[in-house]
């Protein structure tokens, strides 16, 4: 149903190493979010961009970055990664424009499990 | 200040019966209200959503209910299959302001259907 794509999957690195993680999505989605997940907890946001370069901080606080220079791309990066860093990273569409409509279902990737060691 | 929760870290049920899960939010502003699955390792996948003009969707196994007065929605799956053991987000979206098209997510509930 949906097409978003997350690389890798799975992500294991050194403290003070400098990642990027992949999002891809090939709807033509203008909004895309990130989203963070610890076990047990609630996901929280970012990130999010309502299009080309457009970018926002989301609720949580993270010393991430975000770009968006095409539509279809949104990578995270870390500059300096770090054990607390390590999370599940989640990248996120939706397909509704700038009007509202009740339509805002968002399409999640498979996520990116960060253990930064 | 959560302004999503599921106060059920988790939930046990029979094949066959029926699962209850429930979701209470504090933020009135909230108007469309979304239930995603989750898989460990996986991202959600969209169940289920309902706008607060309604007060029940049904999509086959999946009903979810909306009470506004009491700030209070659920998701009825009937009959529970072992293969709906996952982990349930309710999630809302308030319209307008700073809060256009964000998803707010609950804790999250574990569901295990036993065979």
């Known amino acids: 149903e949906a097409d978003i794509y997350q690389t890798p999957r799975y992500l294991v690195i050194g403290t003070g190493k400098k990642i990027t993680l992949e999002c891809s999505q090939t709807m033509g989605h203008d909004k895309m979010y990130w989203y963070q997940q610890d076990p047990g907890m609630e996901l929280h946001l970012i990130h999010y961009s309502y299009g080309v370069n457009s970018t926002e901080k989301g609720d949580l606080s993270s010393e991430s970055t975000v770009s968006r220079i095409r539509t279809e791309h949104f990578p995270l990066t870390l500059e300096s990664a770090r054990p607390s860093h390590t999370s599940q990273y989640l990248c996120a569409s939706s397909e509704a424009n700038q009007v509202r409509t009740t339509n805002e279902k968002l399409f999640f990737g498979s996520g990116t499990q960060l253990s930064v060691l | 200040d959560q302004q999503v929760k599921q106060n059920s870290p988790s939930l046990s049920v029979q094949e066959g019966r029926i699962s209850i899960l429930n979701c209470d939010y504090t933020n009135s502003m909230f108007d469309y209200f979304l239930w995603y699955k989750k898989y460990p390792a996986e991202g959600p996948t969209f169940l289920i959503s309902i706008s607060s003009i309604k007060d029940k969707n049904e999509d086959g196994r999946f009903t979810v209910f909306l009470n506004k007065s009491a700030k209070h929605l659920s998701l009825h799956i009937v009959p529970s299959q072992p293969g709906d053991s996952a982990v349930y987000f309710c999630?809302?979206?308030?319209?307008?302001?700073?809060?256009?098209?964000?998803?707010?997510f609950g804790q999250g509930t574990i569901l295990t259907v036993h065979p």
């Open positions: 999630a809302a979206s308030a319209a307008g302001g700073t809060s256009y098209g964000k998803l707010t």
